[in-house]
C-alpha cells in the first residue's frame, strides 16, 4: 500500500501571503489529522477530519484552516502568514472510525515564511 | 500540568545495550498508546502502539503500559547506532478522538 503523501514537500513564502498543503492518505484511511511541529513547541495538533468532517480543532488561530473530500483527500490552508508560521507541517491518516486508531505521517511540508 | 511528559534525555548508550526510554501522561481516561520515531529531518515513524496493560514485544522493541501509575515506557534491546533517533511517546485521550497528544521526545544516541 502506498503510504501517506504529502504536497509540496518545501515551500517558501513572505508574510501576509496564503498557503495550501495537500495531504493524501493511505488507501481505505477515512481520518486525517494535522500537526504543526516547530522546535521550539514539538508537535502541536491542528485539526482532524473524518468523513468530510472536522471532528476536533487544537487551539490555533482561525487562519489555519482545513477541509476534507469525498475520496478523504485533505488540504490545509494558512491565510496571512507570519513568520511564525515557519515549521514543518505533517499530516497523519488513520482508518479514523473510532477516533482511537494508529496515525500513519507523511513526509511532511516544510514551510519557510520569511 | 503538560498531557504527555518524557525523560527529556538526551540518552547515550553503547551499542549493543539496552535503551529504556519513560512516559507519563495526566489524562486517566487515555485509552491509546504510541510510540514513534524520529530521524532529524524527517517525519514521525511509527513503532509500536498499545492498548492494554502490561508488555508488548515486537522484535528488539518492547512496550510497557501501567495504567494505574500512567507510565508508558519503551525498552530497545540490542541497541543498534541506527536507533540514533529522537523518540516520541504519544497519546489519544478519549474525550478527543483523532488526536494524538505527543511528550517533547527523548534524543537517543546509539554509540559504536
Known amino acids: 500500500k502506498a503510504g501517506v503523501t504529502q504536497t509540496p514537500r518545501y515551500l517558501i513564502k513572505t508574510r501576509g501571503q496564503q498557503v495550501t498543503l495537500s495531504c493524501s492518505p493511505i488507501s481505505g484511511h477515512r481520518s486525517v489529522s494535522w500537526y504543526q511541529q516547530t522546535p521550539g513547541q514539538g508537535l502541536q495538533f491542528l485539526f482532524e477530519y473524518f468523513s468530510e468532517t472536522q471532528r476536533n480543532k487544537g487551539n490555533f488561530p482561525g487562519r489555519f484552516s482545513g477541509r476534507q473530500f469525498s475520496n478523504s483527500r485533505s488540504e490545509m490552508n494558512v491565510s496571512t502568514l507570519e513568520l511564525g508560521d515557519s515549521a514543518l507541517y505533517l499530516c497523519?491518516?488513520?482508518?479514523?472510525?473510532?477516533?482511537?486508531?494508529?496515525?500513519?505521517f507523511g513526509p511532511g511540508t516544510r514551510l519557510l515564511v520569511l | 500540568q503538560k498531557e504527555v511528559e518524557q525523560n527529556s534525555g538526551p540518552l547515550s548508550v553503547p551499542e549493543g545495550a539496552i535503551a529504556s526510554l519513560n512516559c507519563t501522561y495526566s489524562d486517566r481516561g487515555s485509552q491509546s498508546f504510541f510510540w514513534y520515531r524520529q530521524y532529524s529531518g524527517k517525519s514521525p515513524e511509527l513503532i509500536m502502539f498499545?492498548?492494554?496493560?502490561g508488555d508488548k514485544e515486537d522484535g528488539r522493541f518492547t512496550a510497557q503500559l501501567n495504567k494505574a501509575s500512567q507510565y508508558v515506557s519503551l525498552l530497545i534491546r540490542d541497541s543498534q547506532p541506527s536507533d540514533s533517533a529522537t523518540y516520541l511517546c504519544a497519546v489519544i485521550r478519549g474525550s478527543t478522538l483523532g488526536r494524538l497528544y505527543f511528550g517533547r521526545g527523548t534524543q537517543l544516541t546509539v554509540w559504536p
Open positions: 497523519a491518516s488513520s482508518l479514523g472510525a473510532g477516533g482511537q486508531e494508529t496515525q500513519y
Open positions: 498499545i492498548y492494554s496493560n
